[in-house]
C-alpha cells in the first residue's frame, strides 16, 4: 500500500503537505481583503494577478512548446481595446465584451500561427515583435475604431447583474481583486491539465526536438497552434481586466513592446515550464516594479540611514532610480541566468533536494 500511495503522489503531484500549504494559501488570498484594508495593497495584489495571468499564459506556448514570443502584447491588447471600445463607444457590458477579445485573439492567434510558426528560432521570435509592432501602430492610426494615441478612458462601468440582481458594481478595489483571483486559479489549473495530460506531453515534444517530435507523427502546425490559441486567450482575458481596472489605455500601454519583454521576464524570474513559476515571478517583479517607480527603495534607504538625504548619492538616487526600473530588469534576468538558470522555483527545489 505504501509503495502505490507513493508512485500516486509523485505522478500527480500531490502530498499532504502540498495539499494543506495550498489550502491554507487560498484561504489567506480570499481572506485578504477583509483583513488588509490598505487600497494600495489591494492594488498591487491586482496588479500581481493580472502579471500572473498572463505569465502563465505565455509559458504554455514559451515553457510547454518552446516558441519564445516576444509579441504577447499584441493579444493583450486584442482583449483591451475590444472590451472597452465595445463598453465606452458601443455600451456592451464588458463581461459580454472579454468574451469578444477572447473571439478575437483566437482568430487572430489562428491567423499569425499559420504564418509564423513556419519560422523557427530567433526568426519566429523576431516575427512575433513585428507582429506586436503591427498592431500597436494599426491602434495608433485607427483613431476613428480606437482613438490613437489619446486612448480610451473609461467613465463608469455598469454593475453586474443577474436578472435584477446586481452582484457587484465595481465602485471599489475589491470586485477587481476577486475578479484576478478567479481568473488566475482558472489558468493556473488549465496549466496543470495542459501539463497532465497527452497534449502537454506533445507540447514538451516539440519543445524538446520538432523535428524528432514530427518524425514521431505530431503534427507541429496542429499543436503550435493550439498552445498559441490557449495563450492568447488567457492573455487577452488579462487585458480586458487591466483595461477595466486601470481605466485607461493606449497603444504605448497594452501594446508596448516592453509590456511583451515584461511578459518573458516573469516566466524566466520566476521558471519557465513550470506550473507557478510565473507566479513567482510576478511576486518578485511586479512589487519591485511599483518600489522602483514610487521611490520606496530610495526612501528606505535614506530613512535606515544607509544614505543621506542631502548627500550626492541621495539626490541621483532620488531623481533617477524611479526611471530606472528596465535597468533593474536587465541586472536582475542577469543574476538569475548566471546563478538560477531555472528561475528562482527551480533553485529552491535544487535546494530542498540538496538538503534531503
Known amino acids: 500500500m505504501s509503495t502505490k500511495r507513493m508512485t500516486f503522489t509523485n505522478q500527480r503531484g500531490f502530498s499532504p503537505v502540498g495539499i494543506i500549504l495550498a489550502l491554507a494559501v487560498l484561504t489567506g488570498l480570499f481572506l485578504f481583503p477583509r483583513l488588509v484594508e490598505n487600497t494600495y495593497a489591494l492594488h498591487i495584489m491586482i496588479l500581481i494577478f493580472i502579471n500572473i495571468i498572463i505569465g502563465s499564459s505565455w509559458n504554455i506556448l514559451g515553457g510547454y512548446t518552446g516558441q519564445y514570443s516576444v509579441g504577447h502584447a499584441a493579444y493583450f491588447g486584442i482583449g483591451a481595446y475590444a472590451t472597452m471600445i465595445l463598453m465606452q463607444f458601443r455600451q456592451v457590458p464588458p ?47 485607427l483613431k476613428e475604431i480606437t482613438n490613437g494615441a489619446e486612448g480610451i478612458l473609461t467613465t463608469e462601468i455598469p454593475p453586474l447583474r443577474i436578472g435584477t440582481t ?12 476577486y475578479a484576478g483571483l478567479a481568473c488566475v486559479l482558472i489558468v493556473i489549473a488549465v496549466t496543470w491539465l495542459v501539463q497532465h495530460s497527452k497534449l502537454g506531453y506533445y507540447f514538451q515534444a516539440i519543445r524538446e526536438d520538432q523535428d524528432a517530435a514530427n518524425s514521431l507523427g505530431i503534427n ?13 486567450i488567457f492573455t487577452s482575458l488579462a487585458g480586458s481586466l487591466y483595461g477595466l481596472y486601470v481605466g485607461f489605455i493606449d497603444p504605448s500601454t497594452v501594446l508596448g513592446l516592453d509590456l511583451s519583454v515584461q511578459i518573458v521576464l516573469i516566466c524566466i524570474i520566476g521558471g519557465i515550464g513550470t506550473i507557478f513559476g510565473p507566479a513567482i515571478g510576478a511576486l518578485v517583479l511586479i512589487p519591485l516594479s511599483e518600489a522602483l517607480r514610487s521611490n520606496m527603495i530610495t526612501e528606505g534607504l535614506i530613512k535606515s540611514g544607509l544614505v543621506k538625504e542631502d548627500s550626492a548619492v541621495g539626490f541621483f538616487l532620488k531623481e533617477n532610480l524611479s526611471h530606472a526600473h528596465v535597468l533593474i530588469y536587465g541586472i536582475l534576468v542577469v543574476i538569475v541566468i548566471l546563478y538560477m538558470p531555472d528561475g528562482v522555483l527551480g533553485f529552491f527545489k535544487k535546494m530542498a533536494t540538496k538538503r534531503k
Open 166 to 177: 446586481v452582484v457587484t458594481d465595481f465602485l471599489s478595489k475589491v470586485p477587481f481583486y
Open 220 to 232: 507541429l502546425n496542429i499543436y503550435k497552434n493550439t498552445a498559441l490559441v490557449i495563450s492568447a
Open 95 to 141: 463581461w459580454y465584451g472579454m468574451w469578444a477579445g477572447m473571439a478575437a485573439a483566437l482568430v487572430v492567434a489562428l491567423i499569425i500561427g499559420t504564418i509564423c510558426f513556419r519560422l523557427r528560432g530567433p526568426y519566429f521570435v523576431l516575427a512575433s515583435i513585428a507582429v506586436a509592432e503591427i498592431f500597436r501602430v494599426s491602434a495608433l492610426n
